[in-house]
Nanobody
Framework: QVQLVESGGGLVQPGGSLRLSCAAS????????MGWYCQAPGNERELVAT???????NYLDSAKGRFTISRDNAKKMVYLQMNALKPEDTAVYYC??????????????WGQGTQVTVSS
């Protein structure tokens, strides 16, 4: 069974930076996509960035040029470097893992989230 644990959130000033980390445990199949989602109060959970096991990335338009997603397969970690943070980035950020096993069965896993607050 896979578990995801996020860390690195906190309170930062506008224009500041944070680095979120997500530690995975359990067996993770070779083909997978890891990502970060955000959810502000009253809003739907929204995809921020994803990275495949092959290293391909995609980003929410508002995150492009400011956020960078990366992964370390040996450490079973995924990161989100957030720069030039804006108040509208304030949300709970969730780590996500999507996997496909050898039978073609896909599964979806979520962490508990870490709070990011951008305020002066």
């Amino acid at each position: 069974q896979v578990q995801l644990v996020e860390s690195g959130g906190g309170l930062v000033q506008p224009g500041g930076s944070l680095r979120l980390s997500c530690a995975a445990s359990g067996i993770i199949f070779s083909f997978n996509i890891m990502g970060w989602y955000c959810q502000a109060p009253g809003n739907e959970r929204e995809l921020v960035a994803t990275i495949t096991s092959g290293g391909s990335t995609n980003y929410l338009d508002s995150a492009k040029g400011r956020f960078t997603i990366s992964r370390d397969n040996a450490k079973k970690m995924v990161y989100l470097q957030m720069n030039a943070l804006k108040p509208e980035d304030t949300a709970v950020y969730y780590c996500n893992l999507r996997t496909m096993d050898v039978l073609g069965i896909s599964r979806n896993y979520w962490g508990q989230g870490t709070q990011v607050t951008v305020s002066s």
